[in-house]
């Protein structure tokens, strides 16, 4: 009977799926709100390859929905600052500061709201939700 050699894994590819098996788990955590373990699921991705934008996006909308705009705000920066191009981490920050802006005019810091919303609308000057509440509230 011949000796069965046991199968060797290669390291690379067991930390290319353990990566991905994290992405998904995340991803799915996201899906039923559980946001907090979900952030911890996104940020072993980025231990891994801290270059994964769609890892730091994720990690950028559960601070969204988390209702911390300041870390979202910071998240969607970083994927912003590594891809010019990416839609997704513009409209981000803008909606985030948007939210931002929400929040203190919310709790009565107008002039603070306010100043989100100028940022906001430095990086796209398009946005029409932000241009009716500077035109509202300026």
């Given at each position: 009977k011949p000796e069965e050699k046991p199968v060797k894994t290669d390291p690379v590819q067991q930390m290319i799926n353990e990566t991905k098996r994290n992405y998904e788990s995340g991803s799915l955590l996201f899906g039923s709100?559980?946001?907090e373990e979900a952030i911890n699921r996104f940020q072993k991705v980025l231990g891994v390859d801290p270059d994964f934008i769609d890892a730091r996006l994720m990690i950028a909308s559960c601070y969204n929905e988390l209702g911390q705009y300041d870390d979202a705000i910071r998240e969607y920066g970083t994927a912003?600052?590594?891809d010019k191009n990416n839609a997704k981490a513009k409209e981000g920050i803008v909606n985030a500061y948007f939210?931002?802006?929400m929040k203190y005019f919310n709790k009565g810091e107008k002039s603070r709201a306010i100043k989100e919303w100028e940022k906001g609308l430095l990086m796209d000057s398009t946005s029409s939700a932000i241009r009716e509440v500077l035109e509202?509230?300026?």
């Open positions: 709100r559980q946001y912003f600052a590594k939210n931002n802006g509202k509230f300026r």
